[in-house]
């Protein structure tokens, strides 16, 4: 390292420490100006017409203080906000991926739990053919028995047609959903697609026009997913949460 660079940068550094040097001095008066004007207001009377010039004058004093003060933190303030905000640009350049990153799992994760809940209820309705199957060709059955003259039998397909009819309508596979650590699952509704024209002004004493698709999935989510409403068609999700 030369000569002269050595010398530059004793220059630097002597000529960064005294503006600091002041600013440290400014503060330091500016603090005792105003912990002086605190204590003469603390002990301030009012006891004549003079006193209260007195006191107004001061007041303004007061206020003339107040924006010395201001007009010293301001830069600092505004360098401060501006460092601030660059760090917080930084982190969120830094989040977005991983935002991005989280909200492509949680679809893939969420259509992969619709696509199991579909298998389900194709299970059910499968289950439930069969069964109204059974028990029609048990009614025919308990019909032919009758015809032959045999009411025990024909009484007893008759019940087991009953009951495969009940069957049909009360039938229930349950699928247990996946589980994952730090997973969990809920049940949700989103919108797919809105007809203006149709959907009514105001439903259930919520105003949905303009289409407000916010206060029409608040409705969908009262309803439990049971509500029809003109011009909104909506589909089941899964809401996918992700803890640490």
Request: with cysteine; proline share 3%.
């Amino acid at each position: 390292m030369s000569a002269n660079t050595l010398t530059l940068e004793k220059e630097s550094v002597v000529a960064v420490l005294p503006a600091q040097s002041k600013k440290q001095d400014v503060e330091l008066s500016l603090s005792r100006n105003v912990t002086t004007i605190e204590f003469e207001a603390l002990a301030c009377v009012i006891e004549s017409d003079g006193d209260y010039t007195a006191a107004a004058e001061f007041g303004r004093k007061v206020k003339k203080a107040a924006s010395e003060v201001t007009e010293f933190f301001k830069p600092m303030k505004e360098a401060a906000y501006k460092a601030h905000k660059a760090i917080c640009d930084r982190e969120k350049a830094m989040l977005l991926p991983l935002s991005r990153s989280e909200a492509a799992l949680k679809k893939a994760m969420g259509a992969y739990t619709q696509k199991k809940e579909r298998e389900r209820l194709k299970a059910e309705e499968e289950a439930r053919r069969i069964a109204q199957e059974e028990a029609e060709q048990r009614l025919a059955d308990a019909i032919a028995l009758e015809g032959a003259g045999d009411k025990d039998a024909a009484n007893s397909a008759l019940i087991d047609a009953q009951m495969a009819d009940n069957m049909s309508k009360h039938v229930c596979i349950p699928v247990a959903s996946p589980k994952a650590e730090g997973i969990s699952t809920a049940k949700d509704w989103e919108v797919t697609s809105v007809d203006n024209a149709a959907v009514p002004v105001e439903l259930n004493g919520i105003m949905l026009r303009p289409v407000d698709e916010k206060a029409v999935i608040r409705l969908i989510r009262a309803s439990k997913g049971t509500i029809r409403i003109p011009g909104i068609v909506y589909s089941e999700v899964s809401k996918i949460s992700i803890r640490k």
